[in-house]
């Protein structure tokens, strides 16, 4: 089997706008945390010959849920605007992403060695990225994702995938097409869902009585206690705690049993989640850890604009005294996190010359907000600029070791989160 039909399933329709109640609890009371304007869809990536046209902005806005500790955007953005046909993420382009799902399918081959007899389903499965190392095995899977583009990719990559948004319904429909999963993985999904409930609750429909689920996301305490503000963007709907997430997995007849700290991302959780009870230690100690922090509270997030405020500040500082001296800055990483900084520090136009991208799916695009150009990656070699920002820090340690030729001819390297400051010299 390498290929599934395509379906038109969509989410259960949210409205459009600003939220009156939160999307998981149906919580009223909603203090804003953080406000970073009107901003750009984060992915939507520019055609050059289509400058003249101008860009639909929504508010960026996170508030916190005073009932279940959830914090989420204000603003939903239907799903199709966000993960349409011309989505551009790749999972593929990212080598440490591609160790990072590697190592995690060998570990699951390892813990249940008859995998070949069960179905592995993989929820936003982009291009294939992590399921193709179970497709090498001989073991079944199926990857759901509703991009057109990166599912269109998996199937050239000979993993089965269905083209759709995954819910209730889908899960309905698998279920009576006789599909069951005893494994069940979302990484970085979790917080793009805007029905959250009917999410999760596809996961309750499809998992098997004895199987496990699991999810990897972007931890909230990272978020907060590194600045990376420019992780919040329309498509990141919620910011998760351990405490907002168990009543939600609750609520669907799922216990919420193992958690693990990972590096990826600046900071992730995975969760083990299943229909039985089983809570590890490793998580009592989490969410222990997360009572004596307060991240079910909202006095834990107050400081946080003043803190992304002052970044601001003192980025703008640093390039403005680099473009003072006549020096030449561009940027590396045309990811959606770039995006987000670069429109709310609102640079002079002409700091930043352009940004570089691996991803061949970029190239040649133009960022949206601040229309700077996206140049393939040889472009630092051709044009040696004096400074290169990164953007996408969260694989700084990578880039450093690719760039290492750039650094040799004198360039050098900054990083704006958590603080501006200079990498290499």
Not at 309 to 333: C, F, P, Q
Request: glycine letters at 6%; a negative charge.
């Amino acid at each position: 089997m390498t290929a599934m039909s395509q379906t038109n399933t969509t989410p259960t329709p949210i409205p459009a706008g600003r939220i009156q109640a939160c999307r998981s609890c149906g919580g009223n009371d909603l203090p804003t945390v953080l406000d970073l304007g009107e901003q750009p869809l984060a992915n939507a990536l520019l055609e050059p010959d289509s400058l003249d046209e101008a860009e639909e902005l929504f508010p960026l806005e996170v508030v916190f849920c005073s009932e279940c500790g959830l914090l989420q955007v204000s603003e939903t953005v239907p799903p199709e605007i966000l993960f349409g046909q011309d989505y551009p993420y790749y999972s593929s382009f990212i080598p440490a992403l591609l160790k990072h799902s590697r190592t995690h399918a060998l570990a699951l081959m390892e813990e249940y060695p008859s995998l070949d007899q069960r179905l592995i389903v993989e929820i936003a499965s982009n291009d294939g990225y992590l399921l193709k190392n179970f497709v090498r095995k001989g073991i079944p899977v199926l990857g759901i994702d509703p991009a057109k583009g990166p599912a269109e990719a998996a199937l050239e990559a000979g993993v089965p995938t269905l083209t759709a948004f995954f819910g209730v319904e889908t899960a309905r429909e698998l279920v009576e097409d006789g599909k069951r999963a005893s494994i069940m993985l979302a990484n970085n999904v979790l917080a793009h869902v805007t029905d959250i409930n009917d999410f999760v609750g596809g996961f309750a429909i499809l998992l098997a009585d004895d199987g496990i689920a699991e999810f990897e996301f972007p931890y909230v305490r990272e978020l907060i206690e590194n600045c990376a503000f420019d992780t919040i963007y329309h498509e990141h709907v919620f910011y998760y705690s351990l405490a907002a997430l168990e009543p939600l997995f609750a609520r669907h007849g799922l216990y919420l049993n193992d958690v693990q700290a990972l590096s990826i991302h600046g900071g992730s959780l995975r969760l083990r989640v299943s229909k039985t009870r089983g809570k590890s230690a490793e998580l009592e100690r989490f969410q222990a850890e997360e009572r004596s922090l307060g991240l079910d509270g909202l006095e834990y997030y107050l400081s946080f604009a003043r803190r992304v405020e002052k970044l601001r500040d003192d980025l703008r500082r640093m390039l403005a005294e680099i473009v003072s001296r006549k020096k030449t800055i561009a940027a590396y990483g045309a990811a959606a996190k770039g995006a987000t900084l670069l429109n709310y520090v609102d640079l002079p136009d002409g700091t930043i010359a352009y940004v570089v991208d691996r991803n061949s799916h970029k190239v040649g695009k133009v960022m949206p907000g601040v229309r700077l150009p996206i140049k393939d990656v040889d472009e630092l070699l051709r044009s040696q600029p004096d400074y290169l920002l990164i953007l996408a820090w969260n694989f700084a340690d990578e880039i450093i070791r690719q760039q290492k030729e750039y650094l040799e001819r004198g360039g050098t390297l900054l990083r704006a989160v958590p603080y501006p400051q200079i990498l290499a010299a």
